[in-house]
């Protein structure tokens, strides 16, 4: 019986590259100067900091465009709410979304199973879902359907097996 999986993953080495290429335009840019720009990276967030909100929000954009260039899709960074920091500076925590919860899972399948072609069966698996039909071309067609809906995370479909 043919299926696949549907998963939310972000690449870290190219959330890693687009920090580091962002980290040294800001460095060199000049409408930064003197506004103490900062971006840190861990496993799970990216944390901006800069000396008022209008810079900040341009850290983020910056941070957006080396995104956009790496591929990684913008549905991957959560955005926290901007903070006052010490020294009167603004920090920003970004999330990095990656798996799909329970919540999203549901949505998922009650999406595939109201959408589908007659035949589709999805079940959770931890953070992925598996779909199975009888047909490939019924699995095309939640593939499209899937891509074409928002879901708010970035989806990824693999492992297709015949």
Same mark, same amino acid.
């Given at each position: 019986?043919?299926?696949?999986?549907? /998963?939310? $993953?972000?690449?870290?080495?190219?959330?890693?590259?687009?920090?580091?290429? =962002? /980290?040294?335009?800001?460095?060199?840019? !000049?409408?930064?100067?003197?506004?103490?720009? &900062?971006?840190?990276?861990? $496993?799970? &967030?990216?944390? +901006? *900091?800069?000396?008022?909100?209008?810079?900040?929000?341009?850290?983020?954009?910056? +941070? $957006?465009?080396?995104?956009?260039?790496?591929?990684?899709? +913008?549905?991957? +960074?959560?955005?926290? /709410?901007?903070?006052?920091? &010490?020294?009167?500076? =603004?920090?920003?925590?970004?999330?990095?979304?990656?798996?799909?919860?329970?919540?999203?899972? *549901?949505?998922?399948?009650? !999406?595939?199973?109201?959408?589908?072609? *007659?035949?589709?069966? &999805?079940?959770?698996?931890?953070?992925?879902?598996?779909? /199975?039909? *009888?047909?490939?071309?019924?699995?095309?067609?939640?593939?499209?359907?899937?891509? $074409?809906?928002?879901?708010?995370?970035?989806?990824?479909?693999?492992?297709?097996?015949?």
């Amino acid at each position: 019986m043919p299926s696949f999986d549907i /998963t939310s $993953e972000v690449d870290q080495q190219e959330i890693r590259n687009a920090v580091d290429q =962002a /980290t040294r335009e800001v460095v060199n840019r !000049f409408d930064f100067k003197n506004t103490d720009p &900062s971006i840190e990276l861990t $496993e799970t &967030s990216i944390t +901006l *900091k800069c000396s008022t909100e209008d810079r900040l929000a341009a850290l983020r954009q910056v +941070l $957006e465009e080396k995104m956009v260039k790496r591929g990684v899709s +913008l549905k991957a +960074l959560d955005y926290g /709410t901007v903070e006052e920091a &010490s020294g009167a500076t =603004a920090r920003q925590v970004v999330t990095l979304v990656a798996g799909i919860n329970s919540d999203k899972a *549901k949505q998922i399948n009650k !999406f595939i199973k109201e959408n589908g072609p *007659k035949g589709v069966q &999805s079940q959770t698996q931890g953070e992925q879902i598996r779909v /199975t039909a *009888k047909k490939r071309d019924a699995l095309q067609d939640v593939i499209n359907a899937c891509k $074409e809906h928002d879901f708010d995370i970035p989806l990824q479909f693999g492992n297709f097996r015949d």
